[in-house]
Nanobody, 126 residues
Framework: EVQLVESGGGLVQAGGSLRLSCAASGFTFDDYGIGWVRQAPGKEREGVSC????????YYADSVKGRFTISNDSAKNTVYLQMNSLKPEDTAVYYC???????????????????WGKGTLVTVSS
């Protein structure tokens, strides 16, 4: 059974930083894409970032490029999302998610994540 447990969310002022962690277990496939999807109140789910286990390639949504950095410590089975220069519009529940790859659609958006954690809330105050 795939298990994804997020931590690191909280309240931060605009301009501040947070680091989210996702402890992953139960994979039965060697190649995978693992990353973060967020959902703000009243808004659609948005794929934020993804990293491929195959070659370490990364994906970032345009809204977070240059501010967020994803990394994967395979020895610890943990993926991180370093979030800098946070904005109030980054406020959302952040879910760790995994699939067999980082799939990007024709609009440049992440899709197709199969397994999800329960999420961690990030609140950015202005």
């Amino acid at each position: 059974e795939v298990q994804l447990v997020e931590s690191g969310g909280g309240l931060v002022q605009a301009g501040g930083s947070l680091r989210l962690s996702c402890a992953a277990s139960g994979f039965t496939f060697d190649d995978y894409g693992i990353g973060w999807v967020r959902q703000a109140p009243g808004k659609e789910r948005e794929g934020v970032s993804c990293i491929s286990s195959t070659d370490g390639s990364t994906y970032y949504a345009d809204s977070v490029k240059g501010r967020f950095t994803i990394s994967n410590d395979s020895a610890k089975n943990t993926v991180y999302l370093q979030m800098n220069s946070l904005k109030p519009e980054d406020t959302a529940v952040y879910y760790c998610a995994v699939s067999r790859g980082c799939y990007i659609d024709f609009r440049g958006r992440l899709y197709g994540m199969n397994y999800w954690g329960k999420g961690t809330l990030v609140t950015v105050s202005s």
